[in-house]
């Protein structure tokens, strides 16, 4: 099975900052990665689907990227509707391994 | 629009059995696969069963394997998850989602907003 690692587990950022995230796979596999987004009390949102593919109404500020094992997110204007976890799955088979989740928040 | 809404959880003992159901509008449910994602309080997700558009295959997350039936009614456009010999370690919400193809491999795109499980004495 495939094990997902994420880095940081949690970080503070300014309003309008860069943020990364990055997801590290226990192996490597083809593009089958997604990012979700989950505020508090929230079911989560997928936010990109196939390393980089935005899913439509996601604002142009987030991005994917990445190949074989390692994957980044990138916020590149932090905004306060930001605030939330981000977790990362890859779905190439079963199980379809969420990462542990980084947490956002505004400094 | 389209819609995902689970129903069936509360509180239940150690040892006993579940019936969580996720009904599907908005869209042809027959022509998605459906996944059921759990998440413990203050915990991350976790992924727990999968079954194919029609039914055809099914997968499990190695801890409920053997204890949890993951189901369809394409006719009554239902998802459900059967949990049996419930422990404490399955307290969690949880989700039903879609993903946009016949078949599991894809990021999930719908969610529905939570059903609460508690198994406690």
């Known amino acids: 099975d495939i094990q997902m690692t994420q880095s940081p587990s949690s970080l503070s950022a300014s309003i309008g900052d860069r943020v990364t995230i990055t997801c590290r796979a226990s192996q490597g596999f083809s593009n089958y990665l997604a990012w979700y987004q989950q505020k508090p009390g929230r079911a989560p949102r997928l936010l990109i689907n196939?390393?980089?593919t935005l899913q439509s109404g996601v604002p142009s500020r987030f991005s994917g990227s990445g190949s074989g094992r390692d994957f980044t997110l990138t916020i590149s204007s932090l905004q306060p509707e930001d605030v939330a976890t981000y977790y990362c799955q890859a779905y190439n088979s079963a199980p379809f391994t969420f990462g542990p989740g980084t947490k956002v928040n505004i400094k | 629009q389209v819609q995902l809404v689970e129903s069936g959880g509360g509180v239940v003992q150690p040892g006993r059995s579940l019936r969580l159901s996720c009904a599907a509008s908005?869209?042809?449910?027959?022509?998605?696969?459906m996944h059921w994602v759990r998440q413990a309080p203050g915990k991350g997700l976790e992924w727990v069963a999968v079954?194919?558009?029609?039914?055809?295959?099914?997968d499990y997350e190695d801890s409920v394997r053997g204890r949890f039936t993951i189901s369809r009614d394409n006719s009554k456009n239902t998802l459900s998850l059967q949990m049996n010999n419930l422990r404490g370690e399955d307290t969690a919400v949880y989700y039903c989602?879609?993903?946009?193809?016949?078949?599991?491999?894809?990021?999930?795109?719908?969610w529905g907003q939570g059903t609460m499980v508690v198994v406690s004495s």
């Open positions: 989602a879609r993903v946009p193809s016949l078949i599991p491999e894809a990021g999930f795109d719908i």
């Open positions: 908005g869209f042809t449910f027959s022509n998605y696969a």
């Open positions: 196939a390393v980089f």
């Open positions: 079954i194919w558009y029609d039914g055809s295959n099914e």
